[in-house]
């Protein structure tokens, strides 16, 4: 029997616990997480990619609910989510709402969750 893996980012070469080398503070966390979490459903991921494929680099909430098969309401509840984990924009113009992705946003979040190795311990 194995044993179980360490978890990433926890420990040092040796086996001591260093909690200085947790890269992220709680409010960092909580905002990766929140980017992670909006990306965790299907529908959100594909509202996401039509945004950023559209050629103007936006689209209007009612370009978005044919392609998905979902009502207006619960197209504009997800990307309700979108816009507040920071993934989108959002402008309204008389009636409809349009949307436009936050540029970097997805590379900022996976970029915080990873930290360059010192020069030394490569």
């Known amino acids: 029997m194995s044993a179980p893996p360490e978890p990433i980012g926890t420990h040092s070469q040796s086996t001591s616990c260093r909690v200085e080398d947790v890269p992220l503070d709680g ?11 909006a990306l965790g459903d299907p529908a959100r ?10 050629p103007g680099g936006e689209l209007c909430a009612c370009d978005l ?5 979902l009502s207006q309401p619960t ?11 920071g993934l989108a924009t959002r402008e309204q ?20 969750l990873f930290r360059p190795e010192p020069a030394d311990e490569r």
């Open 93 to 112: 113009r008389g009636r409809w709402a349009y949307y436009r992705p936050v540029p970097g946003s997805l590379d900022d979040a996976a970029k915080a």
């Open 65 to 69: 609910t044919g392609p998905v098969g």
């Open 27 to 37: 409010a960092d966390a909580e905002r990766v997480a929140k980017v992670f979490k």
């Open 45 to 54: 991921v594909k509202l996401l990619s039509m945004i950023l494929a559209s």
């Open 75 to 85: 197209v504009s509840h997800h990307m309700k989510i979108l816009v507040d984990a």
